[in-house]
């Protein structure tokens, strides 16, 4: 097999060449047993002697020496990932090769700390495979996940490269709480916390995933129900998602790969301002309403004291400096291969990505290494190492107006960009955007060792013990400098610097058992324990007043002033999981786990998670045989409870003390947080009923999932009175749900045999998110647009709801809900949410001989999004220093006019744009769905014979578009946006954001 039996695809099924046993005069039979596609040694490959339990495994190099009881000659043959087959044991040695399957309900999936037959398979669990994913230009492997997983919604908080990323699966369970998903790389636990702290308005700066090199990608396994997360206990209520990176193999000869490809970006959509004309119309048409004298209007001539006619202005394009054609690059070199004893993967890369809006970028220098060695037939060590060093160059956006975007975005479009003596022109609070383009000096560099040794020891056939002992050693140092010709650096330049340390380091044992009993019944069983340890450290220093811009260093610094903070946290869990099967008819999972944490008071540190999942093949029941109409079909449910402690303090428990609060040059110390000794995990239950099939010959491959989680217990801030000195304290208050459904098909629509190959696998889910229980509503999010309470959904808007404009006078209309005949807070009601209704993707390939093209769709449906582009931007003139959105052209101007933009005001007591309503109202709310043409690509590979006369094993050529196409109703620039992801409970909010680039690439790879 080309892949790894590890993450074989679906299990499979034994395919004998024309082959012998041999049984000598002692009634031993021998052999070896190869891949058939490449005639590799299949070590761990199970010879049984049928109707007996004797049996032997292959060693190394796939050799095997059995000795057979009295008048038995049939063996059974299988191996995970292979045909199993019955063959009878006469004649002389000879060589067995073994075909893969690759039907997709037979596939060997990884579960949690373990492998399984997906036909026994009673979790839902999602894979996909490294091959659809190498190509794709993104900086972390969670953004490939878009559009190929049901149920796990994935969405980019931005287009700035190597960003944050926002992914759910089956929903949010936690108001305070992290709601990420764990992540695992090949055994090793992933640190996702942003580490960047530099102040860019409220967006996520970082994505920690982006360390991981796409390219060292086998496959990825996302462990969605409970009986697939409950293994992990603590780690697995939001989810687990497992990647498992690329590995030698035994007896295949050294392969070198390289792979390359550069693409140009571009935003596929612009903001559409008002010209300089039309912007000085629209101001003086502000002015009369607001009771201007028509003589006085601020666009006059300049003869007569005005700013010039409206014809008169300029335009200014702004826009144009900042949003560029940005470029990627990405080279990557691996060699692979392996002997009997020794198998190896060794990997370098070098991705740079460029954003499409100016000075951002990110660098990525990478190197893996995995070994597997077999030390004995017994003892096998090995190791996963992946060292990354990466560069940003930072800038903010959103909320802040010495952003780039917003400095180019927001000022009118007829004021200049530079005064007349040459030095840049400044308006309100507004940065100049050039000049945040050429003096930006923000620079995040982190390194980082995700490192796993193991040691794993064979006792006997069934019995296997490993350990390991993991790191993932995270560090960012950040160097700022503010020269004095942007805002941030008047009067005399500031600086600032961070280092920022995340360690987790982790000792796991798993003491494994795994045997067939005869024909019909197997059993594996597994017990372990994890010690866990997490160090989050940072150090900050700041410098003002500096002596000229070209001293940069905080050294030189007039004013010098630093502080440092450190916490730990531990974990120590026990864990155990059996799965019985018989036949591969009838099969259960028993899992249970136990967790404590140093997070909590001393009597509350343990929590349990147990899980049971069944599973029924009906295909193999008699009465679905006789319809000849299923090759599978099988029934699957689970239950089982999780828990969560990240995203609370590591001290969330205890009550704290702080220094600093000094008195007359004396040291002293103020409280800091109320204690809470039975503070305890938050609990999520959840049940699962599933439903595989495969039918046409197993062409067709359906998937349904059905899933109910109720989460208790949230560690949430629940307010206290006053008089106790604090606002809050972390409490277990509080429940969610979520329940919603998955449906995955796959169509292979053309027989195996054929020489054109396509198939096409359509996903789509839905969730249904509500808050069941909440001490008191919590606003959250600029102006408190979001509002949690009782029954609603987490992310819903909280706003006043327009409901027109009236074509008499032109003024809002809003919807008096309390029926006081006043417009107040007391009208603000929940108007939509962030979450959508459906979301999913599709994805087809279609191969002929060397040529293979494909496509991923991806869409959502029916979520909303806060356009504070146009609040800010549609604003009446209420907005000094600030232009307009051509949006501000279809305002009301007389009576009869129908449009749900008022007439230009600023008097407050009309509410059209300022008043009450300045805390916004749902006029600004639109639809955000969209279907996204996420990846378009054409590749050749070159025939073997031809790449051979070039000394290549392989050669292929691609080229690939992506975000080529987005059909939305949305008016912003792009439907998948959130500015404030760095704010919790809120979603969806375009403020200024960077847009997801249009990609354009070309690609190639080289096998030698």
């Known amino acids: 097999m080309k892949s790894s039996t590890l993450l074989a695809v679906p299990a499979v099924v034994a395919g004998l060449a024309p082959a012998s046993f041999a049984q000598t005069a002692a009634s031993t039979v021998t052999g070896t047993i190869v891949d058939a596609t490449d005639r590799s040694p299949l070590p761990g490959v199970t010879v049984v002697v049928k109707g007996t339990t004797v049996g032997a495994s292959t060693g190394p190099d796939g050799s095997f ?91 980019a908080n931005s287009g700035v490269p190597g960003g944050g990323v926002f992914i759910r699966i089956r929903g949010s369970n936690s108001v305070n709480a992290s709601n990420d998903p764990l992540y695992v790389v090949d055994g090793v636990f992933i640190n996702n916390t942003n580490l960047i702290a530099t102040g860019l308005g409220n967006q996520v700066s970082s994505n920690p995933l982006a360390d991981i090199n796409p390219q060292d990608i086998e496959s990825i396994e996302i462990l969605k129900d409970a009986n697939a997360t409950a293994i992990y206990g603590s780690r697995g209520a939001n989810g687990v998602v497992l990647i498992t990176t690329k590995r030698g193999k035994a007896g295949d000869k050294t392969r070198i790969t390289f792979n390359t490809y550069h693409g140009w970006s571009k935003a596929p959509k612009q903001y559409e301002l008002v010209s300089g004309p039309e912007l000085a119309q629209l101001e003086n048409e502000r002015f009369l309403n607001d009771g201007g004298n028509p003589t006085q209007l601020p666009y006059r001539s300049v003869a007569s004291g005005g700013r010039g006619l409206p014809e008169e202005q300029q335009t200014y394009d702004r826009l144009s400096d900042v949003f560029r054609t940005a470029q990627t690059q990405s080279y990557e070199l691996s060699a692979a291969g392996g002997s009997a004893k020794t198998q190896f993967y060794v990997g370098g890369g070098y991705f740079r990505q460029e954003s499409i809006a100016r000075p951002t970028n990110f660098d990525r220098f990478s190197l893996r290494v995995n070994l597997d060695n077999s030390v004995t037939d017994r003892l096998r060590i090995g190791t996963s190492t992946a060292l990354t060093r990466t560069h940003r160059n930072v800038s903010s956006n959103d909320n802040n107006p010495v952003g780039v975007i917003n400095s180019a975005l927001f000022p009118r479009t007829n004021l200049p960009i530079y005064n007349p003596d040459g030095t840049y022109a400044k308006y309100g609070s507004f940065d100049n955007h050039q000049a945040l383009i050429d003096n930006l000096n923000n620079d995040a560099v982190g390194s980082r060792v995700i490192s796993n040794v193991y040691g794993q020891y064979q006792f006997g056939k069934h019995l296997t013990l490993r350990s390991s002992w993991s790191i993932d050693f995270n560090d960012m140092y950040e160097n700022n400098f503010n020269n004095t010709l942007i805002l941030a650096g008047q009067p005399r330049g500031t600086a600032t610097s961070f280092l920022s340390r995340d360690i987790t380091l982790l000792n796991e044992q798993t003491l494994n058992y795994s045997v067939d009993f005869g024909e019909n019944h197997s059993l594996q069983a597994l017990v372990g324990n994890t010690i866990q340890k997490n160090t989050f450290q940072r150090t900050s220093l700041s410098g003002q007043q500096f002596p000229s811009n070209d001293l940069t260093s905080i050294a030189s610094a007039a004013t010098q002033t630093g502080s440092s903070s450190r916490s730990q946290a531990g974990l120590l869990s026990f864990f155990g999981k059996a799965t019985y099967s018989f036949k591969q008819r009838y099969t259960a999972d028993v899992s249970l786990r136990a967790d404590a944490s140093s997070r909590f008071g001393a009597d509350n540190r343990w929590g349990y998670f147990p899980a049971v999942g069944l599973g029924w093949r009906l295909s193999e029941e008699e009465f679905i045989k006789n319809l000849n109409a299923f090759q599978e079909l099988k029934l699957r449910g689970s239950v089982g409870k999780t828990g969560n402690q990240a995203g609370i303090s590591d001290f969330a428990a205890r009550g704290l003390v702080q220094g600093g609060a000094n008195y007359l040059d004396l040291p002293g110390t103020t409280p800091l947080q109320l204690a809470n000794p039975n503070l305890s995990w938050e609990s999520t239950r959840q049940w699962n009923v599933g439903l595989d099939a495969a039918v046409l010959q197993s062409r067709l491959l359906l998937e349904l999932n059905y899933y109910d989680k109720y989460t208790s217990g949230l560690l949430l801030n629940v307010p206290v009175p006053r008089k106790t000195g604090f606002a809050s304290v972390v409490e277990n208050y509080g429940a969610v749900s979520n329940k919603g459904f998955e449906v995955q098909l796959t169509a292979n629509w ?16 839905r969730n249904v998110n509500r808050i069941e229980k909440l001490a008191a509503p919590i606003t959250s999010g600029s102006r408190d647009i979001f509002r949690l309470e009782e029954g609603a959904p987490l992310y819903s808007f909280w706003l006043y709801h327009q409901t027109g404009v009236n074509p008499e006078t032109g003024d809002a209309q809003y919807q008096d809900v309390n029926g006081d005949g006043q417009l107040s807070v007391a009208d603000r009601k929940l108007v939509g949410n962030a979450w959508p209704d459906y979301f999913g993707g599709v994805t087809n390939s279609v191969t002929y001989k060397g040529l293979d093209f494909g496509f991923t769709l991806n869409f959502e449906q029916g979520a909303k999004i806060m356009n504070m582009n146009r609040f800010f931007l549609v604003h009446g003139g209420t907005q000094s220093n600030i232009g307009y959105l051509r949006e501000q052209l279809d305002r009301w101007q007389q009576p009869g006019d129908q449009t749900d933009i008022p007439r230009l005001t600023t008097n407050p007591a009309s509410n059209n744009y300022g008043g009450v309503v300045q805390n916004l109202s749902d006029r ?85």
């Open 65 to 155: 020496s059995l000795t057979l009881p009295p008048g038995s000659t049939t063996l059974t043959i299988s191996a995970v990932g292979y045909e199993s087959q019955t063959v009878a044991a006469t004649g002389g040695p000879i060589n067995v090769a073994l075909k893969a399957d690759v039907k997709q309900l037979s596939e060997v999936v990884v579960t949690g700390y373990s492998e399984q037959n997906r036909k026994t398979l009673t979790s839902a669990i999602s894979s996909v495979k490294g091959d659809a994913l190498k190509d794709i230009p993104a900086a972390s492997p969670d953004q490939l996940l878009q559009g190929k997983a049901p149920g796990v919604q994935v969405s």
């Open 750 to 765: 053309l027989p195996a045999a054929s020489a054109v190959q396509w198939s096409t696998t359509f996903n789509v889910a």
């Open 924 to 1008: 600004y709310l639109e639809d955000g769905s969209f279907l996204r043409l996420r990846t378009l690509s054409l590749g050749y590979t070159v025939p073997k014979e031809v790449a051979t006369k070039a000394h290549l094993n392989s050669l292929r050529f691609y080229v690939q578009a992506a975000n080529l196409l987005t059909i939305t109703p949305y008016s912003g620039i792009d439907p998948e946006v959130n500015s404030q992801s760095g704010v919790a409970n809120t979603k969806n909010i375009d403020w200024a954001t960077v847009p997801q680039p249009r990609t354009f690439q070309v690609g190639l790879t080289v096998g030698l």
